[in-house]
């Protein structure tokens, strides 16, 4: 998919349901079914599904899900960053070139947010679709390591993921050998230099 316009909703969408189940989620699934429903099949088929597995599950086992998933397993972490840096200063420095790409492009973030959560790095995307798709592309082995562990654990987040990776190039040369060596070896492990970026609690994580 190549539309700036169709990607710019795909990313939005994905954006919101990549986010934390809160009431205002169940408030507009009406609309983002529809927005889902516009989308080619390979892109919106797996949201459509994603929301048929929301509006099925009562909201307060879903976000139990949620935190569970996604704050208590490291290979379900959404902070896109940590898969190619883990805990570095190079992490850090990440982490303030895209707080500084998203003031410049108009998009503020809470104290709560952190620059590299998937559902900022998307809501980003569909404000700037070209410079989106590259940010998406850079991150693509551990958005591809995410995937698989959603997957693995039978997650129905793994939809929206598949969801991304369909509006993204083919995984191609270099970027499989990041993805078996991400699954083989992990992010770095040095526990330093990240600072003013804490890591969010669990229940402070608003999307």
């Not at 960053?81 to 992490?91: F, M, S, W």
């Not at 995937?147 to 083919?170: C, E, N, Q, Y």
Request: hydrophobic share 45%; charged share 20%.
């Amino acid at each position: 998919m190549t539309d700036p316009v169709m990607l710019a909703r795909a990313w939005q969408v994905q954006s919101l349901l990549i986010g934390y189940p809160d009431e205002s989620l169940y408030e507009r699934t009406g609309l983002l079914r529809q927005a889902a429903a516009s989308l080619p099949e390979p892109v919106g088929g797996p949201l459509l599904r994603f929301l048929d597995d929301l509006t099925a599950v009562a909201p307060g086992a879903l976000a139990a899900d949620y935190v569970a998933t996604f704050d208590h397993r490291k290979r379900c972490c959404l902070f896109l960053t940590y898969y190619a840096h883990g805990d570095t200063r190079n992490r850090g420095m990440a982490l303030l070139s895209l707080k500084q790409a998203y003031t410049a492009a108009g998009l503020e973030l809470t104290d709560e947010e952190l620059p590299d959560h998937l559902a900022v790095v998307l809501e980003y995307a569909a404000i700037d679709p070209e410079t989106g798709l590259d940010l998406l592309v850079a991150h693509r082995a551990g958005l591809e390591l995410l995937r698989l562990a959603l997957h693995d654990a039978t997650s129905p987040w793994a939809a929206v993921l598949d969801s991304i990776s369909a509006t993204l190039p083919p995984l191609v040369g270099d970027q499989r050998t990041a993805v078996a060596r991400l699954a083989a070896q992990g992010p770095p492990a040095e526990q330093v230099g990240l600072t003013p970026f804490a890591m969010p609690r669990p229940e402070g994580v608003p999307r």
